[in-house]
């Protein structure tokens, strides 16, 4: 993907508000209550809508943060203002290669904080992250508490799907619950804690 079809992505998808308001009816929903989040989205629209950054876990990282290609070192850039002023000097489809970023340390391009392969940058914040992700679930063993799975399918289950089963099967007293088109399961030891809708995420959040 070259520089101005980058930045162009990158601003649609990270920078422009979400077409619906589904991540704004999720938030009216928890806003008030304890709650965390764990994601393998990287467009920080639960950011975008009011969650707080603190509770939130980008696992596979975040269009707005760049990092270096190679990589020389595990750090990250924010990319904001790099991206509108590329959005906005494109000229005739074109953007003057002044604008493509290099790292500051080694001078290797700068590409997307994505997880791909083995080069994907866990930054301290990822690290203080996961911490705190770990923290709010050792504190809340055998305590009431929901794990709802939005929209996760079976490309990455190892990040949310298999954990939220394996720990409410752990505790008694956790309830999982499913929203997802064509995907709405429970494995057997947890079916009689779990609550599985087939549907469309945006009108069953409506509807709740």
């Known amino acids: 993907m070259n520089g101005l079809k980058r930045s162009r992505y990158i601003y649609i998808n990270r920078y422009m508000d979400a077409p619906k308001p589904v991540y704004d009816n999720l ?10 989040v764990i994601t393998t989205n990287v467009d920080h629209c639960f950011q975008k809508a009011g969650f707080d950054k603190k509770r939130l876990f980008y696992t596979q990282g975040d269009y707005g943060l760049f990092q270096c290609s190679e990589p020389c070192c595990q750090e990250t850039f924010e990319n904001e203002t790099l991206i509108r002023s590329m959005v906005e000097q494109q000229k005739d489809m074109k953007i003057s ?3 493509l970023p ?4 080694c001078g290797k391009p700068l590409t997307m904080n994505l997880r791909s392969d083995d080069k994907f940058v866990e930054d301290e914040d990822w690290h203080e992250t ?5 923290l709010f679930l050792d504190r809340r063993q055998n305590m009431r ?3 709802l799975e939005l ?6 289950p190892v990040i949310i799907k298999y954990p939220f089963w394996q720990i409410t099967a752990q505790n008694p007293r956790a309830v ?6 064509g995907e709405a399961y429970a494995p057997t030891e947890i079916r009689d804690r779990s609550i599985c809708i087939d549907g469309d995420i945006g009108r069953v959040l409506e509807q709740l």
Do not use: M, S, W
């Open 130 to 134: 996961a911490k705190r992700y770990q």
């Open 27 to 36: 938030f009216e929903l928890v806003k008030d209550k304890d709650y965390f």
């Open 151 to 156: 929209g996760v399918g079976y490309n990455t």
């Open 145 to 147: 508490i929901l794990f």
């Open 97 to 99: 290669t002044k604008f």
């Open 102 to 105: 290099v790292c500051p340390h």
């Open 176 to 181: 999982y619950a499913c929203v997802n088109v």
